[in-house]
T-cell receptor
Framework: GQNIDQPTEMTATEGAIVQINCTYQ??????LFWYQQHAGEAPTFLSY??LDGLEEKGRFSSFLSRSKGYSYLLLKELQMKDSASYLC??????????WGAGTKLIIKP | ETGVTQTPRHLVMGMTNKKSLKCEQH?????MYWYKQSAKKPLELMFV???????ENNSVPSRFSPECPNSSHLFLHLHTLQPEDSALYLC??????????????FGEGSRLTVL
């Protein structure tokens, strides 16, 4: 079957670094997405990885290992506004998005 | 502002009511989606429209009825809902379907409570 696993909740300190992991099992693979969703707001696109390796975009980086079915989102220099849910999703061979349940990230001063 | 607008933002309805959710996108996209988001659960894809034609119906109960009059507007008609249908309903659009790296643009959702 198809499955995405990510931690339910994480806590980190302002100014620190946090890594949110995502493991997946899907029928075929056409890339992995990370979205950010603040409470009461729309999910917004953060990153897309289809090849192995690290993609850096400002304070956020996303890593993919296709052989391990594994990705992580790395957030550096955490700010209070980074408190949000982070959704991992893979695109299967039919170009359907398979979603994880999301990781709620709590940033403390 | 994502370019996708949903109304109403909040809706409370009884199990015998009929109501509709509306979604409008100003991005010139060809594909539109309805998702259901429940607490601590993955997003559930409900319906997909591409160029106004329904391409996906993920075993959604008939008490949910979608309508897509044109590529910019999408409705979800609700009738005789159950309390377990209470959730956040998200509309999204994308340039096309079946495109790798084609990101979704979401609306802020309609929070539905069924009493």
């Amino acid at each position: 079957g198809q499955n995405i696993d990510q931690p339910t909740e994480m806590t980190a300190t302002e100014g620190a670094i946090v890594q949110i992991n995502c493991t997946y099992q899907t029928s075929g693979f056409n890339g992995l997405f990370w979205y950010q969703q603040h409470a009461g707001e729309a999910p917004t696109f953060l990153s897309y990885n289809v090849l192995d390796g690290l993609e850096e975009k400002g304070r956020f980086s996303s890593f993919l290992s296709r052989s391990k079915g594994y990705s992580y989102l790395l957030l550096k220099e955490l700010q209070m506004k980074d408190s949000a849910s982070y959704l991992c999703a893979t695109m299967d061979s039919n170009y359907q998005l398979i979603w994880g349940a999301g990781t709620k990230l709590i940033i403390k001063p | 502002e994502t370019g996708v607008t949903q109304t109403p933002r909040h809706l409370v309805m009884g199990m015998t009511n009929k109501k509709s959710l509306k979604c409008e996108q100003h991005l010139g996209h060809n594909a539109m989606y309805w998702y259901k988001q429940s607490a601590k659960k993955p997003l559930e894809l409900m319906f997909v429209y591409n160029f106004k034609e329904q391409t996906e119906n993920n075993s959604v109960p008939s008490r949910f009825s979608p309508e897509c009059p044109n590529s910019s507007h999408l409705f979800l008609h609700l009738h005789t809902l159950q309390p377990e249908d209470s959730a956040l309903y998200l509309c999204a659009s994308s340039q096309d379907i079946g495109t790798p790296a084609g990101e979704l643009f979401f609306g802020e959702g309609s929070r539905l409570t069924v009493l």
